[in-house]
């Protein structure tokens, strides 16, 4: 039985708890990283529509009543018997289901986490199945590791088959491809919709891009701001006041 935090503060206590959605953090270090996030999204989306399922990516995962900085942002996850859509986030006490699957598009400056801290939490939180996957093959030569649950933890996926998903998982370049384990069919997105996810890709950096440009300056801002108070300090510890105008 998957076992998460609660606590028993007082109802009206509770609902004063606010539960972020975003932090302002970028969704993905490249575009790489970001289309294979995107797709792996849309084509696990299509493949569970009809289903008691849904599938959301980049949001926060709360795991812990009233302690909203417990919490971590799977870069995809798929839920079982919860109403299918987006949230603008995901309470796991609130939904009573825990994720079954998890994606983390990794990459050099993720691999400690992913490989520590995010596997340990996503195996406390008894997620069936966790998948890595390096888009630029930076550390994992074969792109893609897959780890599910057994009897004592988190042991090697070594068929690259999800029995949760019931599909078959191919390094194709830079993304995965899906395919189903009844009949071998790999599932597919419309070209339309590939592009469509391309622009989308390409729009989001590009927003991060300029929001990273507008924290940087004023960042400078601050910075000339600082050097000018700390250069009338010395002034005035020199000379007194400036004097003021007639």
Known sequence: MTTYIATSQPEQEAKQVFYPSGDGEPVAETYDHLFAILTTLEVLRLYLQGRRATVLANQFLYYAENFPKLRVAPDVMVIYNVEPGGRDNYNIWEEKQVP?????????????????GKKDLY??????EYWLFDPKAEWIEEQLIGYKLGDNGYERITNNCSEVLQLRLEVEGKLIGFYRLDNGEKLLVSDELVEALRVETLRRM????????????AEQESQRAKELEALLARYQEQFGDLPKPD
């Open 206 to 217: 590009e927003a991060e891009a300029l929001v990273e440009q507008e924290r940087q300056r």
């Open 100 to 116: 079954k699957v998890v994606f983390e598009m990794t990459s050099p400056g993720t691999q400690k986490e992913d490989q520590e």
């Open 123 to 128: 195996e406390k939180l008894e997620i069936q």
